[in-house]
Each structure stands twice: as structure tokens, then as C-alpha cells.
């Protein structure tokens, strides 16, 4: 399974940037952000019907995971960002809803994509 994502960018606080992934399968889906030099760490996960969603509490309210698994692309809408969500985002696919809210469930990892806010 090859993952694709793209969408980051460099933007205002306050700002909104919307992130893609193109996947492939029956996967549920889920987005990482990783800080320099710390552990990658959960943003949201979506079920593979896209009726389940769960997101970390940092993000809760601002951003909203999605998918259309007729483009096979999951989305994240980053709304109201901050410079504390300047970092290098990952999507990430795991064989369930469950598994993906954590990095060692992950099966597989697209490459990252950088996004920065400035104040």
C-alpha cells in the first residue's frame, strides 16, 4: 500500500490548510504530526465506512478528518491552527479503527508533509 499525501504548506495563525492522502484498500485512516525530535503522535482516525471518527483532544474542534473512497483520498481540514501544530504530518493506514489511534498499530505510513504557522 502506497500512501501519498500532500497539502502542507506555510500559513498565518488562524489560518486553514487542508491535507490529502491518496491510499488505496479497505483501510481505516488516520493523521500523525511528528515535532523535531519527539515521537510521532495522533491527530484523528477515520473508519474505513467514514461513520467513526475520533480525534486527539489538541485538535478537537479545529480539525476534521474525511474520506471519499471513490477517489480513495482521506482529507484533514486544519482550521484555526496555531504555531503549536507547526510540524511534519503523516498519514497513516491500519487494518483497523482501533489500531491507528496508535503509532504501533499503524500498518503502513505515507511520507510526511511539512506544515508550518506562523505567528
Known amino acids: 500500500v502506497q500512501l501519498q499525501a500532500s497539502g502542507g504548506g506555510s500559513v498565518q495563525a488562524g489560518g486553514s490548510l487542508r491535507l490529502s492522502c491518496e491510499t488505496s484498500g479497505r483501510y481505516s485512516m488516520g493523521w500523525f504530526r511528528q515535532y523535531p525530535s519527539k515521537e510521532r503522535e495522533f491527530v484523528a482516525v477515520?473508519?474505513?465506512?467514514?461513520?467513526?471518527?475520533y480525534y486527539s483532544e489538541a485538535v478537537k474542534g479545529r480539525f476534521t478528518i474525511s474520506r471519499d473512497n471513490a477517489k480513495n483520498t482521506v482529507f484533514l481540514q486544519m482550521n484555526s491552527l496555531t504555531p503549536e501544530d507547526t510540524a511534519v504530518y503523516y498519514c497513516?493506514?491500519?487494518?483497523?479503527?482501533?489500531?491507528?489511534?496508535?503509532?504501533?498499530?499503524?500498518?503502513?505510513w505515507g511520507k510526511g508533509t511539512q506544515v508550518t504557522v506562523s505567528s
Open positions: 497513516a493506514a491500519g487494518g483497523s479503527f482501533g489500531s491507528v489511534r496508535y503509532s504501533y498499530g499503524v500498518d503502513y
Open positions: 477515520i473508519s474505513y465506512n467514514g461513520l467513526t471518527k
